[in-house]
């Protein structure tokens, strides 16, 4: 920041370097924040806009006719129980996250340090997050149908008696759907995990080495401390992912058998029943609920750090 | 430290905000199209042909908006371009082929770019068709020609000509039947489920394939509504009025009844959640399925992967009418039809009417033809000896066009959508606590409510 931009030449840049360095400093903060700006603008502010302005119209989609009906949408919402029905599938992914997390964790610990073949397991936990969802949940869609992939495993480990209909059975669906979505999105915890954890000066360890402390000492007096903060910040987003989740249920069972959260809902009331009003209203009341859910983290994680 | 904390709270609220408007975008993106956009309604006289210039005269560039992303090149670029282009030789003609037709076109119709000839998606209410649609003339001029032209219709004026016309019934592989010694094509539910039985106990083969997990086969059994009712009228008419229209002994009863019997006793796949509809294609043509519920447009899809294509057969929903005859109801496929946005509409119109009369497109998928008066197409010849009665849907009257779209919306029936179906099939296989007569009064409880606020009756 402090050297001159554009290191003179032009005309522009010699007027630009007379200007004050205060006065630069501010040309350059807002042309920078010009573009993410505009962007965030466009494609998060504006459809937010009109996403609350449609919930409170009757509308197809498509057709010219909007009609004014107020909170209507709302109340419909609200005094139909089975809309919140579905949150009880959102618990399983809740509690999938708190297993992903720790996966997450453990990984990233011990290829923080020196370990064999270090790139190549980074590589291979942090490959899944970057496949596209349609092909991950046609891969588990093989993995879990009858005589596929999972049951193949099973029978080569003597584990056949355990076979299961890992879809078909509406009391594990959700379990099997959760576990997909934690073989996803693990790779992105374990990645920020690592970064956080690379970042802890290597004199601690030696420090630590020398007051005679082992790795779980190590783990638990050094490593946790310092990336706190990265794990609540990967919390609140885990548990808003939880309450939001559609791509890998909707994917694979299109809500199916007991498998449809409140995203699909949403979905299916606006594409499935032509109620675009309704839809954009749940898509508000989902946004206050993960708004709510933030703040009351964290004001807990507040209390607890204090 | 405060400060910190509020940063982060803030950066993942954003973060949050971002990623769930980003899901809503999808919805909500776009604005409605401006209210002006029915400026071109009212010219809609000139029926028939391509208008009035020679074909030589027509010129411009087109695209045309196709769900056939399958045979795009193969058949659209390759044969029916040059052969068009014979006749049109100004006329350039683009292709678009998308597969999640309906979910995408109908998003981009909020906008003025939807192509220059595509296909009407499900759905648009009548009244909404002159906002879209350039007219194509008067139902009573199209329909001296071509059939189902009052299936998209608004006041009188038609605004599309179906691709293809179907029939609807079950698609069934006859080498599975005559192994499991079923020699008749079964014409009642009980035939039906003994002929399946008999599958079952005789064969390896999966007596009946749902396809419950791509969800919008299932949709094809509510196809059958007409063949059951045996009238006509029953659709625009009877069922739009009808409160309570899952009770025993109506059609839909008797449609998702043989649905959920099938299931309930276990003669359909063992996992129903982890079906492929790709997969479905070979598997019938191997004889590995012995029966799907589909339309006709499914016949030559799959004899694509039989050894023998007269291994797969086509029969009528199994149901006898009081008169004694077994109906197939039959209705037009998608409408083509041409964007009213269009700055090239001679040349759009060139295509659609050449589209109709002479690319043979109906015939060589295995469907009826569009024009009137052709011959059955070899597919459904079966029909012809087993004296099936094809019988189609009147449309609406002009003040009641639409209530069945709004009943079916309103209510969140969806009676062409696969969420009650696959409930019905949960219930079947014991993976919910109801029965179908829970589902029945359920459904018809919504229906009624959703009638009475529509007709007002």
């Not at chain 2, 071509?146 to 029939?167: D, H, K, M, R, W």
């Not at chain 2, 690319?359 to 009826?368: K, R, W």
């Not at chain 2, 849907?393 to 062409?416: C, H, K, R």
């Not at chain 2, 179908?436 to 009638?451: C, M, P, Q, S, T």
């Amino acid at each position: 920041m402090t050297n001159q931009p554009g290191g003179g030449g032009s005309r522009f840049a010699l007027s630009f370097s007379s200007l004050s360095y205060k006065a630069q400093r501010r040309v350059i903060i807002v042309l920078f924040s010009l573009i993410p700006l505009a962007l965030l603008v466009t494609f998060s502010y504006l459809p937010l806009y009109r996403m609350v302005y449609y919930s409170f119209f009757s509308w197809n989609g498509f057709s010219k006719n909007l009609t004014f009906v107020g909170f209507d949408n709302y109340v419909t919402i609200f005094t139909r129980p089975e809309y919140f029905g579905v949150f009880k599938v959102s618990l399983y992914y809740f509690f999938a996250t708190f297993v992903q997390m720790a996966i997450a964790l453990y990984f990233a610990t011990i290829l923080s340090f020196r370990v064999r073949g270090k790139n190549f397991f980074k590589g291979v936990l942090f490959f899944p997050y970057l496949l596209n969802g349609v092909a991950i949940a046609f891969i588990f869609m093989y993995f879990f149908r009858p005589d596929g992939t999972l049951d193949a495993l099973l029978r080569l480990f003597g584990l056949g008696e355990y076979i299961q209909l890992w879809l078909g059975n509406p009391d594990i669906i959700n379990i099997s759907l959760a576990g997909t979505s934690v073989w996803r999105y693990m790779g992105f915890n374990f990645i920020i995990f690592l970064g956080v954890i690379s970042s802890i000066p290597s004199d601690i360890y030696e420090a630590a080495d020398i007051d005679g402390a082992n790795r779980w000492h190590q783990f638990r007096y050094i490593i946790v401390p310092s990336i706190r903060r990265i794990i609540e910040l990967n919390v609140i987003l885990s548990i808003s992912g939880a309450i939001a989740v559609f791509e890998i249920p909707y994917i694979m069972t299109g809500g199916a058998n007991g498998s449809s959260t409140f995203v699909i809902q949403t979905v299916d009331t606006a594409f499935k029943f032509g109620k675009f009003g309704l839809g954009s209203a749940m898509a508000v009341v989902l946004l206050i609920i993960v708004i709510l859910v933030t703040l009351i983290q964290n004001k807990l994680f507040k209390e607890k750090g204090a | 430290m405060r400060g910190k904390k509020f940063w982060l709270v803030a950066l993942s609220l954003v973060f949050v905000l971002s990623l769930l408007a980003a899901c809503g975008g999808n919805n909500n993106a776009n604005e409605p199209a401006n209210n002006t956009g029915n400026n071109s309604s009212s010219n809609g006289g000139n029926a028939g042909g391509g208008g009035d210039a020679a074909p030589e005269d027509i010129s411009g560039e087109i695209t045309v908006l196709t769900q056939r992303t399958d045979i795009v090149d193969s058949v659209f670029r390759q044969q029916y371009v040059p052969r068009f282009n014979e006749k049109y030789p100004n006329i350039k003609v683009n292709f678009e082929a998308i597969t999640d037709y309906e979910g995408q076109v109908k998003i981009r119709m909020n906008t003025k770019d939807y192509g220059d000839v595509l296909l009407i998606p499900n759905y648009v209410l009548p009244q909404d068709l002159p906002d879209y649609f350039e007219p194509l003339g008067t139902v009573e001029e199209l329909s001296e020609k071509y059939l189902f032209v009052n299936e998209q219709q608004y006041e009188g004026i038609s605004y599309g000509i179906p691709i293809t016309v179907n029939a609807q019934g079950i698609v069934y592989n006859k080498k599975v039947f005559e192994a499991a010694g079923v020699t008749d094509v079964p014409k009642t539910p009980e035939q039906f489920m003994d002929a399946l039985r008999a599958i079952k106990e005789k064969t390896d083969a999966i007596p009946l394939y749902t396809n419950y997990a791509a969800g919008w086969p299932l949709d094809q059994w509510e196809g059958n509504r007409t063949s059951v009712a045996g009238d006509p009228k029953f659709t625009n008419y009877t069922l739009v009025r009808d409160k309570a229209p899952f009770s025993e002994g109506k059609p839909h009863y008797v449609i998702y009844k043989l649905m959920y019997d099938a299931a309930k006793e276990g003669l359909i796949e063992s996992d129903p959640t982890t079906t492929d509809w790709e997969t479905s294609k070979p598997m019938i043509a191997n004889g590995e399925i012995a029966t799907m519920v589909l339309g006709s447009w499914a016949i030559t899809q799959m004899q694509e992967f039989a050894d023998d294509p007269n291994d797969i057969g086509y029969m009528p929903f199994p149901y006898t009418n009081a008169d004694g005859n077994v109906y197939s109801s039959s209705g037009g496929d998608f409408k083509q039809a041409i964007n009213v946005h269009s700055s090239n509409k001679e040349a759009a119109r060139a295509w659609v009417f050449w589209f109709a009369d002479e690319s043979g497109y109906a015939v060589s998928e295995g469907g009826i033809s569009p024009l009137k008066g052709e011959a059955m197409p070899e597919t459904l010849k079966a029909f012809d000896d087993l004296g099936v009665v094809l019988i189609s849907e009147e449309p609406a009257p002009d003040e009641e066009n639409g209530w069945l779209t709004m009943i079916d919306q309103q209510s969140e029936v969806g009676l062409f959508a696969s969420n009650f179906k696959q409930r019905i099939i949960e219930a079947a296989i014991g993976n919910r606590n109801e029965t179908i007569e829970d589902i029945f009064a359920d459904l018809n409880e919504r229906w009624g409510k959703a009638v009475e606020q529509v007709t007002g009756e």
